[in-house]
């Protein structure tokens, strides 16, 4: 019996999951494991309302659960990373989900900006570290609000945390491709210290993996073989900021935010899953959200939890409602609504 823990979020975000979890429910009778979902009223409104963002309860609660399946995060009238950092990265760093795993895939039948490419050339992986970096929150302010004001924000990157994000990326790529390859996404020409040790540890774990091909690029480059080349990738591994930049661009090469879903993975541990776009709050209650996103993130959180054949089967519907359906994969432009998509991946399972 898996328990599931339900927090639709911001905007968008409840549209989002109803659909995700109308897929699961679909996968569950389909597959025949067992589900039971707590649903969580985390996010703006909560927030507007009683000043609450995470609950140490609440905390603890998911802490108990096998998984958590994320809508949006992002409120029109919450300053700008109050949620963000109060509710997603502590979630992040409270539970310990040190890989953001996103898979960037074009579906036959999607049409992607990059011409000339097609399906076979748009299938890799992107092993984002989510515990450091840029985003551990170090730093500070001097003389705040003054004309000699300075700030200061440093990137964190331990041994141990860059170690098990590139194990968790040699792993994957050598239990789950088979092209086997790991780009390393750094900037060892700038920054001399971070991406020293990244690439110290990546070469020194490598031969643990020799079915694994090692290559490095730096970030820029790879924003441009992503747009020029994007077949030359497998599986990318990067720190947390050029993760965060290159799988915005990656969302965009493989049909848009309609489509991209990530985990935030700690393996064996409860993990959390979500649709890599935010909570569109223009298109809130209006029925033209694209579900595919949260459907996708429902299917790698089956995976996580050892459910591969109904992960597969989600995957596989997904992909055919793509190319049999919709006409296109943007919010309003699907030729159907949010919930006639939830039903034709239903279906199709
Ligand atoms: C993402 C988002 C978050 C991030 C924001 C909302 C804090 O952009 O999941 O990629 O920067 O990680
Ligand atoms: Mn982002």
């Not at 997603?88 to 895939?105: A, H, I, T, W």
Request: aromatic share 8%.
């Amino acid at each position: 019996m898996y328990k599931i823990a339900v927090l639709p979020g911001d905007g968008t975000g409840l549209e989002q999951v109803t659909e995700g979890l109308k897929v699961l429910e679909a996968a569950k009778n389909k597959f025949g494991f067992k589900m039971e979902t707590v649903h969580y009223d985390l996010g703006g409104e909560r927030y507007l309302r009683s000043g609450d963002i995470l609950p140490e309860s609440v905390l603890e609660e998911l802490k108990q659960c096998d998984a958590i399946f994320l809508g949006a995060i992002g409120h029109p009238d919450v300053k700008p990373g109050i949620l963000e950092k109060g509710l997603l990265l502590q979630l992040r760093f409270q539970l310990d989900l040190y890989v953001n795993l996103r898979p960037v895939k074009l579906f036959p039948g999607v049409s992607t900006p990059l011409k000339d490419k097609g399906p076979q050339d748009i299938d890799f992986v992107v092993v984002r570290e989510n515990t450091e970096g840029l985003y551990a929150g170090a730093g500070g302010f001097l003389r705040k609000g003054t004309a000699q004001e300075v700030a200061v924000q440093e990137s964190v990157n331990t041994r141990f945390g860059v170690e098990r994000c590139l194990r968790y990326a040699f792993e994957y790529c050598r239990n789950k491709r088979t092209r086997r390859k790991l780009t390393l996404c750094g900037k060892t020409n700038v920054l001399t210290y971070a991406f020293d040790l990244w690439e110290r540890a990546f070469h020194e774990l490598g031969p643990e993996y020799p079915e694994v091909e090692r290559d490095y690029a730096h970030v820029d480059a790879i924003s441009m073989w992503m747009v020029k080349n994007p077949e030359w990738f497998d599986v990318i591994v990067t720190d947390n900021l050029f993760g965060d930049i290159i799988t915005d661009l990656g969302a965009m090469i493989q049909g848009g935010m309609g489509i991209a879903a990530g985990g935030n993975i700690h393996p064996g541990q409860v993990s959390m899953f979500e649709p890599i776009g935010g909570s569109a709050p223009k298109y809130t209650g209006k029925g033209v959200i694209n579900p595919l996103a949260s459907i996708c993130a429902g299917a790698m959180m089956l995976d996580h939890l050892g459910e591969t054949a109904a992960a597969k089967c989600i995957e596989n519907a997904v992909a055919k409602v793509c190319k049999e359906k919709l006409k296109s994969l943007n919010a309003g432009q699907m030729g159907y609504s949010t919930s006639e998509v939830g039903d034709l991946v239903a279906k199709m399972l």
